[in-house]
């Protein structure tokens, strides 16, 4: 199919740090894929980081959610979140909370590119404390 051809060699070459097939980066130790009920938020700066937290505040109107913060691997005002849910949720549906918290929009495009070529793996953030 010409779309996945295309799509394909688009994803190896693009984003610094999430680009490339999903289950390539998994392969590679640096990267950890979620369970159905988590989401990953990537935030890269203090900006970003208070956005988010006005939006979860909304998000928690609606849904019941645990969160655990930590600093990227490139430091603070980065950041990496994960969202646990009460319940599982496809992973279109979890790439529409993850962007509408305000997730890094190039990891959260190439994660839906990924989902669109049938990627097993579409939804990463990289491990904790390994450098790009």
Same mark, same amino acid.
């Given at each position: 199919? +010409?779309? +996945?051809?295309?799509?394909?060699?688009?994803? &190896?070459?693009? $984003?610094? &740090?999430?680009?490339? %097939? $999903?289950?390539? %980066? %998994? #392969?590679?130790? &640096?990267?950890?894929? /979620?369970?159905?009920?988590? !989401?990953?938020?990537?935030?890269?700066?203090? =900006? +970003?980081? =208070? =956005? @988010? *937290?006005?939006?979860?505040?909304? @998000?928690?109107?609606?849904?019941?959610?645990?969160?655990? #913060?930590? /600093?990227?691997?490139?430091?603070? /005002?980065?950041?990496?979140?994960?969202?646990? *849910?009460?319940? +599982?949720?496809?992973?279109?549906?979890?790439? @529409?909370?993850?962007?509408?918290? $305000?997730?890094?929009?190039?990891? =959260? %495009? !190439?994660?839906?590119?990924? *989902?669109?070529?049938?990627?097993?793996?579409?939804? !990463?953030?990289?491990?904790? $404390?390994?450098?790009?």
């Amino acid at each position: 199919m +010409e779309y +996945e051809a295309k799509s394909q060699t688009k994803i &190896d070459g693009f $984003g610094k &740090d999430y680009g490339g %097939l $999903g289950s390539d %980066l %998994l #392969e590679s130790g &640096d990267f950890i894929a /979620p369970k159905p009920n988590e !989401l990953f938020i990537d935030i890269d700066s203090q =900006e +970003e980081y =208070e =956005e @988010f *937290l006005v939006r979860l505040t909304e @998000f928690r109107e609606f849904f019941n959610v645990t969160t655990v #913060e930590r /600093p990227s691997c490139s430091g603070l /005002p980065r950041r990496h979140v994960i969202v646990t *849910l009460n319940h +599982e949720f496809s992973v279109a549906e979890r790439l @529409f909370m993850q962007t509408y918290l $305000g997730s890094d929009p190039t990891k =959260e %495009l !190439l994660s839906f590119v990924r *989902l669109q070529i049938n990627d097993p793996s579409p939804i !990463l953030l990289r491990k904790p $404390g390994v450098k790009k």
